[in-house]
C-alpha cells in the first residue's frame, strides 16, 4: 500500500503538486502519470462537484495523492470530499483557532472530532468500511490554509490547534488582505510569508504555498517549504497555446 499524505508529510520529503480545476478526470489522469506527488482539486474556485472531484482522485495514478479544497470550512463540504476519497483536505481561510478546531473536527471521526459515517468510494463502497473508519483519522491530512492577515495575527493560536497536519499558504488572498492585491512580491505580502513559514517551523507543521511561477519552485522547497504548489491546469494550457501561436504568428 502506498504511503499516506501524511506519512509523506511527516517523513520530511519535499512534494511537488499542482491545482485541478477542470472537471475532466484526464486532467488527474495525465498529471498524476509525470509524476507530480500531489494534486490540488480545487472546489473554492471552480465548477467542481463532488461528482467531478470523485472522477478525479478515480483518474489518479501511481504513488501521486490528491487533496481536495473544500469550497469552505464546513462539516458538509468536508465530510462530502472525505466520502469520495480525498487523501485529504484542504480548508481555506482559516483565521482563528475556533475556525482551526471547527475544521479538525469536521474532517476527524469520534471521539477526536464529528465527521458523520458515510458509506461511499472511501470505505470501498461498504467492503473496507470498518479499515477505513479505523484509520482515516490518522491519515486524512488536514490542511488548513493561512492566507489573511487576520490569522497571521492568530498564528500562534491557530497553530497549536491539535490535528493540523500542515499549513497552505495562499500568497494571494494574503495580498488582498494587505490591500496589496495581487502584488504577492510585495516586501508586506511577503513579510507575512515569512511569519507564517517561522511560525510552523516553531510548531513543527509542514508550510505549503501556491505559486505560478515555476522558477520559484526550487527556492521554496530547498528552503524549507516542504509541499508547493505549482500553476493550474488551465494555466498550463493557456501557457502552452499561447507559445505555439505566437510562434506561428512569428514565423
Ligand atoms: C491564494 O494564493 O490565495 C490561494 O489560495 C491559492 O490557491
Excluded at 499524505?5 to 477542470?22: A, C, H, N, R, Y
Excluded at 482551526?100 to 465527521?115: I, L
Excluded at 490569522?151 to 488582498?176: H, K, R
Amino acid at each position: 500500500m502506498k504511503p499516506s499524505f501524511v506519512q509523506k508529510l511527516q517523513s520530511g520529503k519535499p512534494l511537488l503538486g499542482t491545482l485541478v480545476s477542470l472537471p475532466t478526470p484526464e486532467i488527474a489522469e495525465i498529471l498524476s502519470s509525470v509524476g507530480f506527488d500531489w494534486l490540488f482539486i480545487d472546489m473554492e474556485h471552480s465548477t467542481l462537484s463532488p461528482l467531478d472531484v470523485q472522477r478525479q482522485l478515480q483518474a489518479i495514478r501511481g504513488d501521486c495523492h490528491g487533496l481536495v479544497r473544500v469550497a469552505e470550512n464546513n462539516p458538509v463540504c468536508l465530510k462530502q470530499a472525505l466520502d469520495v476519497g480525498a487523501d485529504g483536505l484542504i480548508i481555506p481561510s482559516v483565521n482563528t483557532a475556533d475556525e482551526a478546531r471547527q475544521a479538525v473536527a469536521g474532517a476527524k471521526y469520534p471521539p477526536v472530532g464529528t465527521r458523520s459515517v458515510g458509506i461511499g468510494r472511501a470505505h470501498g463502497y461498504g467492503s473496507r468500511f470498518a479499515e477505513y473508519v479505523r484509520e482515516a483519522n490518522a491519515h486524512t491530512a488536514v490542511i488548513i490554509q493561512i492566507e489573511h492577515i487576520r490569522a497571521v495575527e492568530n498564528l500562534d493560536a491557530i497553530l497549536a490547534v491539535e490535528g493540523i497536519d500542515g499549513v497552505f499558504i495562499g500568497p494571494y488572498d494574503l495580498s488582498g488582505s494587505l490591500n496589496r492585491l495581487g502584488e504577492v512580491g510585495h516586501s508586506d505580502v511577503q513579510n507575512a510569508i515569512q511569519t507564517i513559514k517561522k511560525g510552523c517551523r516553531q510548531h513543527g507543521i509542514p508550510a505549503g504555498i501556491f505559486t505560478l511561477q515555476p522558477e520559484s519552485v526550487k527556492t521554496e522547497l530547498e528552503s524549507g517549504t516542504q509541499f508547493v504548489a505549482v500553476g493550474t491546469d488551465a494555466s498550463f494550457l493557456w501557457k502552452s497555446g499561447q507559445v505555439l501561436v505566437d510562434t506561428f504568428r512569428a514565423s
